[in-house]
C-alpha cells in the first residue's frame, strides 16, 4: 500500500514541514470520493477554498471552508471526520439506493446524516446475511474494496451436502476455476452440521460478485445460507441483531484508521488513547469483539490466519 501519512520518512529534506493536509485527502475523508477523483475534481475547477480556486498541491488548515458538489465543509470540524457504521443485514434486503422493483433497501435503515451521504463498502446478495460496513470517507471505502488491497472477508456457509476432502484441498490450494478466473480460498474450516446440510467458515480476500456461491455451485454443492462475519478487522457483532447498526466510536474509528494506514502518527496516538462509546446499547464486551485481535497488523501485511483442514 502506498501510503504518504505511515510516519516512516522516506527521504528527509532540511526544509519546513508545509503546514496543514492535502486538500484531496481532507475531501475523500469528508466523503466527498477517492484522493484521485478530488484531484479531478480540483483540476477541473470544481473546488474552492475560501471562496478562491483551488489548486493541485494545495494544503487546507482548521477553520478552511472548502466548497465542492454543493457541499460545503469546514476544516477541522468534528463532522468531518470519518465515520464507520455496522450494520447486520439480513435476507430480504438490497444494498442499494436504486431498484427498479423497489424492495426494501438497507440504506432505508440507516441514522439520517446532515451534508455527508453512507458509503457502502462492497455488498451483500439479496439473499446473503450478516455484516455490512458503511463510512462517511471515500478514502475508508477505497482502502476496504479496491482488490490490491487484498482485505479479508470472512462467511458462514451452510451447503446442501458435504465436501470430500479431495475437494477441500483443491479450494484451498489449487482453487476452483469460474468463468471469471480461479477463485482460492484463503481458510476452510469444517463446521459440522446435522442431516443434508452442512456449515463451514470460509475466508477469501476478494469480492467478485456471488462469488462463494458460484464456487460451491461449480462443487456441486448449493448454498443454502451465507452469512458474512467479518470484514478486515472488523467482526460481526455477536449482540448486534438483525436489522440494527452500531456506529464505531472514535478509538474504534482511529484502529482501524490505522490498520488502513490513512491516519497521521499525531491523530493516531489521540484516536487510540480516546474513549471509545457505543452506540447501539451494547455491553463492553460485545463492543470489544468489534474488531478483530491486531494479529492483522495492516490492510496491505500478511495475515497470520491459519488453514484448517
Known amino acids: 500500500m502506498n501510503n504518504e501519512d505511515s510516519g516512516t520518512p522516506i527521504e528527509v529534506q532540511v526544509s519546513e514541514k508545509q503546514p496543514g493536509e492535502k486538500l484531496q485527502k481532507v475531501m475523500a475523508q469528508a466523503g466527498y470520493g477517492s484522493r484521485r477523483t478530488m484531484e479531478e475534481w480540483i483540476a477541473s475547477g470544481r473546488v474552492s477554498v475560501n ?78 446475511s450478516g455484516l455490512l460496513i458503511f463510512t ?32 477441500m484441498n483443491t479450494m484451498i490450494k489449487d482453487g476452483v476455476m469460474l468463468e471469471d478466473g480461479t477463485v482460492r480460498f484463503e481458510k476452510l474450516e469444517d463446521e459440522g452440521g446435522e442431516g443434508f446440510n452442512h456449515w463451514y467458515r470460509v475466508m477469501l480476500k476478494e469480492g467478485r460478485n456471488r462469488v462463494v456461491r458460484r464456487t460451491f455451485d461449480e462443487l456441486g454443492l448449493p448454498v443454502s445460507r451465507l452469512m458474512r462475519v467479518r470484514f478486515g478487522i472488523i467482526n460481526l457483532p455477536p449482540r448486534l441483531k438483525r436489522g440494527m447498526s452500531a456506529e464505531l466510536g472514535e478509538g474504534e474509528v482511529g484502529q482501524v484508521l490505522s490498520w488502513l494506514e490513512l491516519d497521521s502518527i499525531e491523530s493516531q496516538r489521540s484516536l487510540l488513547n480516546s474513549e471509545v462509546q457505543g452506540k447501539a446499547g451494547m455491553s463492553k464486551h460485545a463492543r470489544k469483539s468489534m474488531l478483530k485481535p491486531s494479529s492483522v497488523r495492516s490492510a496491505r501485511g500478511k495475515s497470520k490466519t491459519g488453514t484448517k483442514r
Do not use: C
Not at 480556486?53 to 488548515?61: E, H, Y
Not at 457504521?85 to 424492495?103: A, N
Not at 475508508?140 to 476432502?165: D, K, S
Open 51 to 128: 471562496g478562491n480556486p483551488a489548486n493541485l498541491g494545495m494544503r487546507v488548515v482548521a477553520g478552511d471552508l472548502v466548497k465542492a458538489g454543493g457541499r460545503t465543509i469546514r476544516v477541522g470540524e468534528r463532522d468531518n471526520k470519518p465515520r464507520i457504521l455496522l450494520y447486520h443485514k439480513p435476507e430480504g434486503e438490497i444494498v442499494s439506493r436504486d431498484d427498479p422493483e423497489k424492495r426494501v433497501s438497507v440504506f432505508d435503515k440507516l441514522p439520517k446524516l446532515r451534508g455527508q451521504k453512507w458509503i457502502a463498502i462492497g455488498r451483500l446478495d439479496f439473499n446473503t
Open 136 to 167: 462517511t470517507s471515500g478514502e475508508v471505502a477505497n482502502r476496504l474494496m479496491h482488490p490490491r488491497f487484498e482485505v479479508e472477508r470472512e462467511y458462514a456457509v451452510r451447503v446442501q451436502g458435504t465436501m470430500t476432502e479431495a475437494q
